[in-house]
Nanobody
């Protein structure tokens, strides 16, 4: 069982930045591809970004390209979010799957964190 913990959320003004982190409790994420998803009130969970287990491949949904950057080291996966917009307000979740490549499909990830709230004020 992989337990994931997100951190780094908070309240920021439009145009600001936040850096989210995802860690696995008691182990590393080195053998897992990791994805970031988000869910706003009243909306379905949606894909944001994913990274392969080596870090060599990264994927982004169109609405964050050029603003968000996913990266990883041996212990953690990060989501650097720049030029934040009010529509980025959501709970952000990291998810892990024991495969080389990430995926944009939520049910292909067996492990999920509890989420961290990101609120962007206008």
């Amino acid at each position: 069982q992989v337990q994931l913990v997100e951190s780094g959320g908070g309240l920021v003004q439009a145009g600001g930045s936040l850096r989210l982190s995802c860690a696995a409790s008691g182990r590393t994420l080195s053998s897992y591809a990791v994805g970031w998803f988000r869910q706003a009130p009243g909306k379905e969970r949606e894909f944001v970004s994913a990274i392969s287990w080596s870090g060599s491949s990264a994927y982004y949904t169109d609405f964050v390209k050029g603003r968000f950057t996913i990266s990883r080291d041996n212990a953690m996966v990060y989501l650097q979010m720049n030029n934040l917009k009010p529509e980025d307000t959501a709970v952000y979740y990291c998810a892990a799957r024991p495969y080389v490549l990430g995926s944009s499909i939520p049910h292909e990830y067996p492990y999920w964190g509890q989420g961290t709230q990101v609120t962007v004020s206008s």
